[in-house]
């Protein structure tokens, strides 16, 4: 094991140990491949899954093998007008299994996500039965703080260019706290505890995913 890969490993056993003070149920993987078979393993035959825009759900591989395997699959991808969009993101809202990344995670176990839209976000606080975050390593930050300088420095700037937005980090990499009409950075939610025991479980990956 590296030094690396040892540390990731400290990180991540400190991380599941505040998430379950928090009500939040913690894995950690040392491979990309080993999280997504952990991701697999607590979702159900059968059941419905649903994902909001992730990269790391989409690197990871994980999206093929819920639409060939054995699950009723929400894909928010299929629509094609603002009324097919409203009746997916209904049918999302009472899924069974929601699948996303985090923008951040502190080392105290409090997920930092901040999104434009706010369906990913508004999932993650309540609705489907269960919510399953799949986060690589990169995404660790020691505080609050340092989630919000995260997002705002690597990966929002990334995701407006990824979404051809029209905004100043979009063309200069650097957040100018914009009030542009296509900003991504409109809700800020930071979760510190799930009511609902276990309801939140997140699979912390030994490897980069996502921005």
């Known amino acids: 094991m590296t030094p ?5 490993e400290n990180k991540a056993s400190t991380i599941i140990k505040n ?22 393993s607590l979702i159900k035959e059968n059941s419905s899954v649903a994902w909001g ?13 819920l639409k060939s395997g054995n ?3 929400i894909d928010r991808d299929k629509a094609c007008d603002e009324k097919s969009r409203k009746e997916i993101y209904s049918k999302i809202a009472v899924c069974d299994n929601f699948l996303m990344s985090t923008n951040a995670i502190t080392l105290d176990g409090e997920l930092v996500n901040i999104d434009g839209r706010g369906n990913r976000l508004s999932y993650l606080i309540f609705g489907p039965e269960s919510v399953i975050i ?7 930050v020691t505080d609050v ?16 260019v990824r979404l051809e937005r029209k905004t100043p980090c979009a063309s200069t990499g650097r957040c100018a706290d914009c009030l542009s009409p296509q900003t991504i ?19 912390l990956v030994g490897e980069e995913l996502g921005y």
Not at 4 to 8: A, F, G, L, S
Not at 19 to 40: D, I, S, W
Not at 134 to 140: H, I, S
């Open 134 to 140: 799949l986060a690589g390593m990169n995404k660790v």
């Open 71 to 73: 699950y009723s699959v």
């Open 19 to 40: 998430l379950e003070k928090r009500q939040m149920k913690g894995f950690y993987c040392p491979t990309v491949k080993e999280g997504v078979e952990k991701v697999l």
């Open 185 to 203: 950075c409109c809700s800020t939610v930071i979760t510190r505890y799930s009511l609902v025991p276990d309801r939140i479980k997140v699979v």
């Open 53 to 65: 825009g992730s990269m790391s759900v989409v690197e990871s591989g994980l999206l093929e093998k």
């Open 4 to 8: 690396k890969e040892k540390d990731y």
């Open 145 to 160: 703080e340092s989630a919000v300088k995260r997002i705002r420095s690597i990966a929002t700037p990334a995701n407006t």
